[in-house]
């Protein structure tokens, strides 16, 4: 017989989700994603002025502000037909590289590992200052001591087998509590050139708005060179370790077999990407279209047409609609569910032979003795995040080197009467576009298809389940009360609702 299981709130993701799983015989039948609040930012920009969408979107999340920001002044690049001098290039990658690095931790460290990591279960840990406590209670001594969480965040939690290895447990702890400073540090680094973070007042159409200075240059390199050392010898370890304890995901959390990535990271004017675009569909290379992108709503709580691609995209809530059980609209490639992310950013590359990115994911495998298809799995959304934060972190410190003192960071615009643009990029979770059309200088539509929107979209009008829907089918959950596996493979996407919803 079927047990319904419901997860309300997923905890440690951003914004308001809710799971429902039906379970037979101790595995999961069929997953259902509920994004359970309206956003409406697209109603609110309609007759705004165009320069305001890259402040007001920046307010979706503060999780991703500078990918929203960067969406938002990619489409208004190519409304305004303006393209940005190297320096503001380059800055612009500087400060989104940054917040990729503090997002990836967060993700990991704050929101993941507690799924895998046992805090609880180790006594006797001896602090600095040579008392012996347990592990748990000197972890939330040195939380309070940065003033950083008020109460002990490790308990309530799912009672289940969790990491047995003490010194997994215990560097992970460490590494936990030193992952908040390194997320601050990486703040520090982005708002160095973006103003300030979270919400960027430097990013803007035509480049941005900080100059190039010595001191900036040395200050972003010096935190970025903490950072690296941080990425490289703890994330990707601690990454290793759980996944060596916990094997079984590699073999879990597979979704859709369908991987969209919009490319990210600018190396030239002339639009090649650290990261390239490109889609994968069941394992089949094809080079991205961007005309076959649509938003279907039979299961969405909206009245709005379906089937409409973004730069005609509609936003009318409907919170009565019968069968509708989710804020968020179904996107779909070609009519497709599609995963993006991290996973979807390193299979593209490692296709399409980006040496960074060969070298790093054939040496990741070699060490875990495994082969490329355990990629797609809960585990492998993991260490595809880490393998990228190891790349871009590099990557950092050259664009840093590349800046030019004294040179323009910014190519002046005439803002047009009326006009389109696309924003095509990638946030850390994934493949991001804003749609803009201008009409007499104000904003007549917008539109965001967000990473999340892809992921936790719900059935589309065939009834097809979305990416995190059907990852969910065949976990195993061994107890209904504590459904832990099936929160370990949501969480495996990194979800951020705040972002999905419309
Ligand atoms: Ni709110 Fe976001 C990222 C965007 S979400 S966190 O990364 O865009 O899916």
């Known amino acids: 017989m079927a047990t319904t299981v419901l997860i309300d709130p997923v905890t440690r993701i951003e914004g308001h989700l809710a799971i429902k799983v039906e379970v037979t015989d101790g595995k999961v039948t069929e997953g259902r994603c509920m994004g359970e609040m309206f956003r409406g930012f697209e109603v609110l920009l309609r007759g705004r002025h165009p320069m305001d969408a890259g402040q007001i979107t920046q307010r979706i999340c503060g999780v991703c502000p500078i990918s929203h920001g960067t969406a938002s002044i990619f489409a208004q690049d190519m409304a305004y037909n303006v393209t940005p001098p190297d320096n503001g290039r380059l800055i612009r990658n500087l400060i989104l590289g940054a917040n990729y690095i503090q997002s990836h931790l967060i993700h990991f460290y704050h929101l993941s590992a507690l799924d895998f990591i046992d805090i609880a279960a180790v006594t006797g840990y001896q602090g600095e200052d040579g008392t012996l406590r347990s592990l748990r209670d000197w972890v939330n001594a040195e939380l309070a001591s940065k003033r950083l969480y008020p109460a002990a965040p490790f308990l309530p939690r799912y009672e289940a087998q969790y990491a047995t290895d003490p010194t997994l447990n215990l560097t992970a702890a460490k590494h936990f509590v030193e992952a908040l400073e390194m997320r601050a540090l990486a703040h520090d680094s982005a708002a160095l050139f973006a103003g300030k973070i979270p919400h960027a007042t430097a990013l803007v159409p035509g480049g941005v708005t900080q100059i190039v200075t010595m001191d900036r240059v040395a200050a972003y390199m010096a935190n970025m060179q903490i950072l690296q050392a941080f990425v490289n010898e703890c994330y990707v370890p601690d990454v290793i370790g759980v996944a060596q304890a916990f094997p079984d995901y590699f073999a879990l959390g597979k979704s859709c077999g369908n991987f969209l990535s919009y490319g990210n990271f600018p190396e030239s004017s002339s639009g090649s990407r650290l990261f390239p675009a490109g889609v994968l569909i069941k394992g089949t290379p094809e080079e991205l279209k961007t005309d076959v992108i649509t938003e279907e709503v039979k299961y969405s ?202």
């Not at 590099?394 to 006009?419: H, K, M, N, Y």
């Open 301 to 502: 709580l909206f009245s709005s047409p379906s089937g409409l691609h973004p730069e005609k995209g509609e936003t009318e809530p409907a919170p009565d609609k019968a069968d509708a059980y989710t804020w968020l609209k179904a996107p779909r490639y070609q009519g497709h569910p599609m995963e993006v992310g991290a996973l979807a950013r390193v299979l593209v590359a490692y296709q399409q032979g980006v040496q960074a990115v060969r070298g790093e994911v054939d040496g990741l495998l070699a060490k875990l003795g495994a082969g490329p298809e355990a990629l797609d799995s809960a585990l492998g959304r993991h260490a595809a995040r880490a393998l990228e934060a190891k790349i871009i972190v590099a990557r950092c410190l050259e664009w840093a080197g590349q800046l030019r003192p004294g040179e323009p960071v910014f190519t002046d615009f005439e803002l047009p009467d009326s006009g389109k643009g696309q924003g095509l990029m990638e946030a850390p979770r994934g493949a991001l576009g804003h749609w803009i059309e201008i009409e007499n200088k104000k904003i007549a539509r917008y539109q965001c298809i967000v990473p999340t929107t892809w992921n936790c979209s719900p059935k589309d009008d065939n009834g097809v389940p979305g990416p995190i829907e059907q990852s969910l089918v065949g976990t195993p959950v061994a107890d209904p009360a504590n459904p832990i596996e099936a929160a370990r493979v949501v969480r495996s996407f990194d979800p951020c609702i705040a972002c999905a919803v419309h």
